[in-house]
T-cell receptor, first 117, second 114 residues
Framework: DARVTQTPRDKVTEMGQEVTMRCQPI?????VFWYRQTMMQGLELLAY????????DSGMPKDRFSAEMPDATLATLKIQPSEPRDSAVYFC???????????????FGPGTRLTVL | DQQVKQNSPSLSVQEGRISILNCDYT??????FLWYKKYPAEGPTFLIS?????DKNEDGRFTVFLNKSAKHLSLHIVPSQPGDSAVYFC?????????????FGKGTKLSVKP
């Protein structure tokens, strides 16, 4: 049963520290998404990649957030420096994105719960 | 400004009864709509979807209705079961132009009481 995996599952850090979250998409999926879930905003799209190329990162605070896909099996989201307002659950999702919306389901990982003190 | 709105943060229903979750959207360019279900400490999972060219899609106990003129969709669960207790997210996509990225509502927490 193919799944999206994310590490770490939980991260507690202090303000100003660097945080790196990792995601392994489902093998064969060409599109990877990063979302953030907060009580106030719900699920927000931060960035997404297709075939490892960034397509849209307009949802991300540019000064402190960065997203990369060093290879097809790894996506990373980095926050430097972290701030208390970054506390949220960060989800990675992957999908086949064939152009047929009836089959282009996004599969979510379990999330990384980030707490910045 | 939220393009996809779920105005009810929570809903409580008795087991066996119908659950109706509502969602409104503002962008008439959206052409595909989805519902995701989320349990605590897990990621959202796809539940059911509907294209804008349809007004109803059914999958077992789950039916999604789309009213394009009202920019409204709803998810019906009949009969509701305790295992349906979860947060339900409505999502919309402008598939023709946005390569499939989704705009989510804030979610509705459904509690099904035995």
């Amino acid at each position: 049963d193919a799944r999206v995996t994310q590490t770490p599952r939980d991260k507690v850090t202090e303000m100003g520290q660097e945080v790196t979250m990792r995601c392994q998409p489902i093998l064969g999926h060409n599109t990877v998404f990063w979302y953030r879930q907060t009580m106030m905003q719900g699920l927000e799209l931060l960035a997404y990649f297709r075939n490892r190329a960034p397509l849209d990162d307009s949802g991300m605070p540019k000064d402190r957030f960065s997203a990369e896909m060093p290879d097809a099996t790894l996506a990373t989201l980095k926050i430097q420096p972290s701030e208390p307002r970054d506390s949220a659950v960060y989800f990675c999702a992957s999908g086949p994105q064939t152009g047929d919306p009836s089959t282009d389901t996004q599969y979510f990982g379990p999330g990384t719960r980030l707490t910045v003190l | 400004d939220q393009q996809v709105k779920q105005n009810s943060p929570s809903l409580s229903v008795q087991e066996g009864r119908i659950s109706i979750l509502n969602c409104d959207y503002t962008n008439s360019m959206f052409d595909y709509f989805l519902w995701y279900k989320k349990y605590p400490a897990e990621g959202p999972t796809f539940l059911i979807s509907i294209s804008s060219i349809k007004d109803k899609n059914e999958d077992g106990r789950f039916t999604v209705f789309l009213n394009k003129s009202a920019k409204h969709l709803s998810l019906h669960i009949v009969p509701s079961q305790p295992g349906d207790s979860a947060v339900y997210f409505c999502a919309a996509s402008f598939y023709g132009g946005s390569q499939g990225n989704l705009i989510f509502g804030k979610g509705t927490k459904l509690s099904v009481k035995p």
